[in-house]
């Protein structure tokens, strides 16, 4: 497995392959496996879940692989990268690994390693007294929230990732910790509708969302933006030509037809949108990517809005926890979110969640045939018709 070190050699259309660099880009992933994996590639017959955060595999020779996934985050310091290394040169021979949800895993080969490093990293608090790297977010609990960059890196966010976040993993944290739930529970985050965080598929998600158009800025917009491009980055052609009063070219938008999506924001800084009350969060659920016991599925919007009630977003934990919490409550084993809704209806999804079910909840998209199994189809219940009936909806 090691690296090529020949030279690029003319192309020849009859052996296209001959002499070509195959190892530009990340060096090969082989060099970077600890021995133990190396020795057993490709030979593992199974693996297990210890406790809460701690894995084992165990190869067809015997050896095994012991894992503790501590939580980690989006953003790191140096120090804090330091400390990682540190731990993982004290008792991983060097090795350490990130999950896409933003894990830190440390990989040992023997069970007293493992106890070892379970004590150091237990020991290890901050000065408040909070776990510098908690052990949790295996099987069935809440594993880490992975999540946008927010406000400290994006320039088209409609809420704070980084905070929202915290707020929301302090009041999971038990989850975190245990296992306890139906199934696994995998929450996201994303701070605009670009969604670069996979809110389309987790279980529970939360949305930063935009609800009004952007400004236009007559006055610069001409000297700092490519007008054909502004135009042509918008998906829903909101956006055309126009002239001030004063003969500056500029761009004029289609309020009805945005949908806030912030691309034009992207292309060219003189379309703000951004605004304190206006943005907002969404709450979606029952989306997965596993297609065990049923296929992936969509995240569907469950709560269209919540204020945007920084740092610590009350709404929307509370929000969460009152999700997660009926999930716990009533769902079957091995059952996730959308699999349970599923189930029992969306209708009674609502009732059990106590969500009130809305308008802005329908989706009316003018060509729904491609969206049906993205919004939260139901069926009515007793306590619907009731309802229908109390404001004279069915004789
Ligand atoms: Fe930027 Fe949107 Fe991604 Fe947030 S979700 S980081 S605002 S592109
Ligand atoms: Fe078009 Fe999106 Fe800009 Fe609205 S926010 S004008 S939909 S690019």
Known sequence: MALSTERLGLYNPQKPMENRLTDLGPRHFWQYFPSVIQNNYGKWLYHDILEPGVLVHVAESGDKVFTVRCGGCRFMTVENIREICDIADKHCDGVVRFTTRNNIEFMTDSHDKMEALKKDLQGRKHVSGSYKFPIGGTGAGVTNIVHTQGYIHCHTPATDASSMVKAVMDDLFDHFQGMKLPAQVRVSMACCLNMCGAVHCSDVALLGYHRKPPIVDHEVLAKVCEIPLVIAA???????????????????????????????????????????????????????????????????????????????????????KTIIEAYAADANKYERVGDWAERIGWEKFFEKCNLPFSDHLIDDYRLQYDTYRTSTQFKYTDASWAVSKAIGGIK
Do not use: H, W
């Open 234 to 320: 918008c998906p829903t052609a909101a956006i055309s030509p126009t002239k001030t009063e004063s003969g500056q070219k500029s761009v004029k938008i289609k309020n009805e037809r945005c949908m806030f999506c912030g691309n034009c924001y992207t292309m060219c800084m003189a379309l703000p949108l951004s605004d304190y009350e206006g943005d907002c969060v969404t709450i979606m659920a029952g989306g997965k990517v596993s297609n065990r016991i049923s296929p992936p599925k969509f995240s569907k919007v469950v709560i269209p809005a919540l204020p945007n009630n920084f740092p610590r977003f009350p709404e929307v934990c509370e929000s969460v």
